[in-house]
């Protein structure tokens, strides 16, 4: 009892020595952003307990932390004898940062509590109220310079985006330029030229067919003429006379016509065609059909006599005349030849034109392909930048996400530290067990006896012995103190329940 008083009076006596310690706490509640997500986007996806452990070490970094402790004169004692890492490393441990859970998974958080614990209340009710309002704020720069690092980054993809698109288009305004005539929009346009020009190479034909046949007419009529200039017993006109015969005539128009044919052939096949082939084996034919006739209506070798003047006069006048036809239907003739060939030369370019068609479009596709993708990529880039800079003006206007103060900080009236009560009902438990060991340990080594059967079993024979206590004046002082010591720890244990229970049920 002595030892269990002794260490309950001891403890109560160091408990009553301990500084008083409170704690002020405050409720920080997560507000989600006032307009809705389907109208902006947020460009901040973190979850919130993420966003909170990056924003507690930021809160207590070593120069935020050394700036409050500088402004409320914090740990002025420790300040002296202990380096500034232990000051920062003290305060650390005396604020606490408490999520509150937003559901029963324990995924999300809907609040926290912030503390500190000093010895000064209203020192620990301001410390808190600095803390939670850095929380704040924190939270509001770390949200608005992410949203204005989000817009920054993504203008500069629009512009780079805008950039290649440019130049795609730039590379399809030349590819259209070099290619002019052979893209594919321009097949149908093609088409319809060749068409027309088909039509004017068939007109062309036709007229130097017709020309060829006039100039063999003229030809035939002035070898007529000459040959009755040789003749001298007829004196006839060049109206009254056939100048040639009608076999030799025939011969000459189904040439000139075989010919025409063998032109307007050439402008639709290959040499190698079955009816051109064809015709150059009439051609030939008739040639030499031509040239027989013309050996068979040779002129005859006399000399005939001259005609008269008169007669003569209107012979020359009447050759000169179908001379001068013939030179007309020479240049008219070179003419259509020229036009001829200058369409055949255009329809060559247009053929070629619509042979490139297929591979320029195939060409045509791979950078049109590419400018869809660019053009898709920059319109999804843009689209993203105005939504960031919603969500940036949103971020600025304190619109969006935010920590709002609930519950300010308290102001507190009662010890948190130490617990006097809880510490004195260990001390009197310890005493109770030192008292309980150190009685055993005297009682082991002092071997008393406690029977009779004990002291014949100690002895070999039986004494019989009668001591009465007699108690030295030592022993009696201290029986004395301990019997006062006793009376002492029993008042003031039966005096401080009624205290430590009022004190408990506070707390």
């Given at each position: 009892m002595?030892?269990?008083?002794t260490v309950?009076i001891?403890?109560a006596?160091?408990l009553?020595?301990?500084?008083?310690?409170?704690?002020?706490?405050?409720t920080l509640l997560?507000?989600?952003?006032q307009?809705p997500?389907?109208?902006?986007s947020?460009?901040t996806?973190t979850?919130?307990?993420?966003?909170?452990?990056?924003?507690?070490?930021?809160?207590l970094?070593r120069?935020?932390?050394?700036?409050?402790i500088?402004?409320?004169?914090l740990?002025p004692?420790?300040?002296?004898?202990?380096?500034?890492?232990?000051?920062?490393?003290?305060?650390?441990?005396?604020i606490?940062?408490?999520?509150?859970q937003?559901n029963?998974?324990r995924r999300?958080?809907n609040?926290?509590?912030?503390?500190f614990?000093?010895g000064?209340?209203?020192?620990?009710?301001?410390?808190?109220?600095r803390?939670a309002?850095l929380?704040i704020?924190?939270?509001?720069?770390?949200?608005a310079d992410?949203?204005?690092n989000?817009?920054e980054?993504?203008?500069?993809?629009?512009?780079e985006?805008q950039?290649?698109?440019?130049?795609?288009?730039t590379?399809i305004?030349?590819?259209k330029?070099?290619h002019?005539?052979?893209?594919?929009?321009q097949?149908?346009?093609n088409?319809?030229?060749?068409?027309?020009?088909q039509?004017?190479?068939?007109?062309?034909a036709?007229?130097?067919?017709?020309?060829?046949?006039?100039r063999?007419y003229?030809?035939?009529?002035?070898?007529?003429?000459e040959?009755m200039?040789?003749?001298?017993?007829?004196?006839?006109?060049?109206?009254e006379?056939?100048?040639?015969p009608?076999p030799?005539?025939d011969?000459q128009?189904?040439?000139a016509?075989?010919?025409?044919?063998r032109?307007?052939?050439?402008?639709?096949y290959?040499?190698s065609?079955?009816?051109l082939?064809?015709?150059?084996?009439a051609?030939e034919r008739?040639?030499?059909n031509?040239?027989?006739l013309?050996?068979?209506?040779?002129?005859?070798?006399?000399v005939?006599q001259?005609?008269?003047?008169?007669?003569d006069?209107?012979?020359?006048?009447t050759l000169?005349?179908?001379?001068?036809?013939?030179?007309?239907?020479?240049?008219?003739?070179?003419?259509l030849s020229r036009?001829?060939?200058?369409?055949?030369?255009?329809m060559?370019?247009?053929?070629n034109?619509?042979?490139?068609?297929?591979?320029?479009?195939q060409?045509?596709?791979t950078v049109l392909r590419?400018?869809e993708l660019?053009?898709?990529?920059?319109?999804?880039l843009?689209?993203k930048k105005l939504?960031a800079?919603l969500?940036?003006?949103?971020?600025k206007?304190?619109?969006?996400?935010q920590?709002?103060?609930v519950?300010?900080?308290?102001?507190p009236?009662?010890?948190?530290?130490?617990?006097?009560?809880?510490?004195?009902?260990?001390?009197i438990?310890g005493?109770v067990?030192?008292?309980?060991?150190?009685a055993?340990?005297?009682?082991?080594?002092?071997?008393?006896?406690?029977?009779e059967k004990a002291?014949?079993?100690r002895?070999?024979?039986t004494?019989?012995?009668?001591?009465p206590v007699l108690r030295t004046r030592?022993?009696?002082?201290?029986r004395?103190?301990?019997?006062?010591l006793?009376?002492?720890?029993?008042t003031?244990?039966?005096?401080?329940?009624?205290?430590?229970?009022?004190?408990?049920?506070?707390?």
């Open positions: 002595l030892i269990a008083s309950a001891g403890t006596g160091v009553m020595q301990l500084p008083n310690r409170y704690t002020s706490e405050a997560v507000v989600q952003q307009v997500e389907r109208y902006v947020s460009t996806t979850a919130v307990s993420e966003a909170l452990q990056a924003m507690t070490q930021e809160v970094s120069a935020r932390l050394q700036a409050i500088a402004e409320f004169n740990y004692d420790k300040r002296e004898r202990l380096a500034p890492e232990r000051i920062i490393e003290a305060m650390r441990n005396d606490g940062i408490q999520p509150l937003g029963s998974d999300s958080v609040s926290f509590k912030i503390s614990t000093t000064i209340p209203d020192v620990a009710q301001r410390v808190t109220s803390l309002s929380f704020a924190e939270n509001l720069k770390t949200r992410q949203a204005t989000t817009t980054f993504l203008s500069a993809q629009v512009v985006a950039t290649k698109l440019i130049n795609q288009e590379r305004r030349d590819f330029m070099r002019l005539g052979e893209l594919p929009e097949q149908q346009g088409l319809a030229i060749l068409a027309g020009l039509t004017q190479l068939q007109n062309a036709a007229a130097l067919s017709r020309a060829e046949q006039q063999v003229l030809e035939s009529l002035i070898r007529g003429f040959t200039a040789a003749q001298s017993d007829a004196s006839v006109t060049a109206s006379i056939s100048p040639v009608g030799i005539r011969a128009v189904e040439l016509r075989l010919l025409a044919e032109r307007r052939l050439a402008s639709i290959t040499a065609h079955p009816d082939i064809q015709n150059r084996t051609v008739a040639e030499a031509l040239a027989r013309q050996a068979e209506q040779a002129p005859p070798t006399e005939r001259p005609r008269q003047a008169p007669a006069n209107r012979q020359e006048a000169a005349q179908v001379r001068s036809q013939l030179e007309a239907n020479r240049v008219e003739t070179g003419n036009d001829y060939q200058n369409i055949q030369a255009a060559e370019k247009y053929q034109r619509l042979n490139q068609t297929p591979v320029r479009e060409q045509l596709a590419d400018h660019l053009k898709k990529d920059y319109e999804e843009l689209r939504e800079e969500a940036t003006n949103l971020e206007q304190q619109a969006g996400q920590f709002r103060m519950d300010a900080p308290s102001l009236t009662v010890p948190t530290s130490p617990k006097r009560v809880r510490l004195s009902l260990f001390g438990l005493g067990l030192l008292g309980v060991v150190a055993f340990l005297v009682d082991i080594k002092g071997r008393p006896f406690y029977s002291v014949t079993e002895f070999a024979r004494p019989v012995i009668g001591i030592a022993e009696r002082r201290v004395m103190w301990g019997r006062a006793e009376w002492a720890g029993g003031v244990l039966a005096a401080a329940a009624p205290a430590l229970h009022s004190a408990t049920t506070r707390t």
